[in-house]
């Protein structure tokens, strides 16, 4: 059974910066395709980014430069750096797992496992 759990959530001021972490149970992370996602109030859940075959990553267009995803195989954990927070990246943020590929998918539907979310809070 795969479990995946966040942690590292938090409220900051803009600006500010956050690291999330997903610790990964039941299977090695580096068999996965794995991806932060994010949900703001009132939206759909988004890919934030994501991490594939050989660590080749893609990132949502509003968060390029600022968030940077990365894996410690030896902790089995996956986690994101997040920079430069504006008031709009406040969501609950939603690690993700599923088929291993080298360009991760998009949609939340490509993914099979998930965690219980953590939320940021970044005020302006």
């Known amino acids: 059974q795969v479990q995946l759990v966040e942690s590292g959530g938090g409220s900051v001021q803009d600006g500010g910066s956050l690291t999330l972490s997903c610790e990964v149970s039941?299977?090695?992370?580096?068999?996965?395709?794995m991806a932060w996602f994010r949900q703001r109030p009132g939206k759909e859940r988004e890919k934030v980014v994501s991490?594939?075959?050989?660590?080749?990553?893609n990132a949502a267009d509003s968060v390029k430069g600022r968030f940077t995803v990365s894996r410690d195989n030896a902790k089995n954990t996956l986690s994101l750096q997040m920079n430069s927070l504006r008031p709009e990246d406040t969501a609950m943020y939603y690690c993700?797992?599923?088929?291993?590929?080298?360009?991760?998918?998009?949609?939340?539907?490509?993914?099979?496992?998930w965690g219980q979310g953590t939320q940021v809070t970044v005020s302006s």
């Open positions: 993700a797992a599923g088929p291993l590929m080298n360009w991760c998918p998009w949609p939340p539907t490509s993914y099979v496992y």
């Open positions: 039941g299977h090695t992370s580096s068999s996965f395709c």
């Open positions: 991490l594939g075959t050989n660590g080749l990553t």
